[in-house]
């Protein structure tokens, strides 16, 4: 499998947090179970159990799987590595928009964008069209693309359709337990929650993908074309919108991946009611966080 492929450095990312998490001498699982647990093709299990025996993360021999060290921050792909073409087009939009500090009404020229950006016509086209879906950005009609306002009314409206996908999301969690592939997905991103408290000082800016890898988990598997498709247009509005206040990032972060840690603690413990709660407290805090953290129009 070609080691430039984004879905497969994400995916062997994830394995290596597998790995720390189960320890030295531990045995892997069949590549079934490996399968459901991150969430990818057998094929891809097995390209990246083949990668982790070349770098001697792991022995693999037949059915056999053994940790022989724990992975170090060499052996994880750059972030940047692990964004798809759509991601980084994503980022890459709303960072234009932050760090041009640009007004509702502003005119967007495909050509800028395309130059700015490093992508093609289409990629870039296919995404403002996704993205004008939340009408943010609008197409007039035969000319350029507007950059509209973002409303309290309307953060307040999309964090609604949210939270109630999201609660649906985890009581298909609980009702598949913890062997279904939502439960192991959750468990299995604990050790790169632990890792960015270790580092919040460096590690902070990582939150945002960490977080919508964390939400996906419990989407993906619900396998709703339309939940799927809202859940990957909010998550850039949630985590790169244009107005995002970034005074006190750092401290918001660190708290969002405690309360992740907390629901992922309370699913290790087998405790379902109290894992419920922490999931609606983090749907809370990120409601408040939102409109306490968003420089809206006419607050100035």
């Not at 001697?56 to 750059?78: C, E, H, M, N, Q």
């Not at 909010?234 to 244009?242: A, N």
Request: aromatic share 10%; hydrophobic share 40%.
């Amino acid at each position: 499998m070609s080691r430039d492929n984004s879905t497969y450095k994400e995916s062997y990312n994830r394995s290596l947090d597998h790995v720390a998490k189960l320890g030295v001498e531990a045995t892997l699982p069949s590549e079934v179970e490996l399968t459901e647990t991150w969430g990818i093709s057998r094929t891809t299990v097995r390209a990246v159990l083949a990668h982790l025996n070349e770098t001697g993360v792991i022995s693999w021999s037949g059915r056999t799987k053994t940790v022989l060290r724990r992975p170090k921050s060499s052996d994880y792909f750059a972030q940047a590595e692990t964004m798809s073409t759509r991601q980084r087009v994503e980022a890459a939009f709303m960072d234009f928009i932050l760090g041009g500090d640009l007004k509702p009404g502003t005119i967007l020229h495909e050509s800028d964008l395309v130059r700015e950006f490093g992508a093609s016509t289409s990629v870039l086209r296919e995404f403002l069209i996704r993205f004008s879906r939340f009408g943010l950005i609008e197409k007039e009609p035969n000319r350029h693309w507007v950059l509209r306002g973002f409303t309290r009314d309307f953060a307040i409206e999309l964090f609604d359709v949210r939270e109630m996908f999201e609660q649906r999301a985890f009581r298909n969690l609980l009702a598949k337990g913890c062997d279904g592939a939502p439960w192991k997905g959750l468990l299995a991103l604990e050790e790169v929650h632990l890792r960015i408290i270790d580092d919040i000082d460096a590690q902070y800016l990582k939150f945002p993908r960490l977080d919508e890898q964390f939400h996906r988990v419990l989407m993906n598997d619900l396998q709703n074309r339309f939940m799927e498709d809202f859940f990957e247009l909010v998550s850039v509005i949630f985590h790169y919108h244009y107005r995002w206040n970034k005074q006190d990032e750092k401290d918001r972060n660190l708290n969002a991946v405690k309360q992740h840690l907390q629901v992922i603690h309370a699913l290790k413990a087998g405790d379902e009611a109290q894992a419920s709660a922490y999931f609606q407290l983090h749907l809370n805090d990120a409601r408040a966080t939102l409109l306490r953290s968003v420089a809206w129009e006419g607050d100035r």
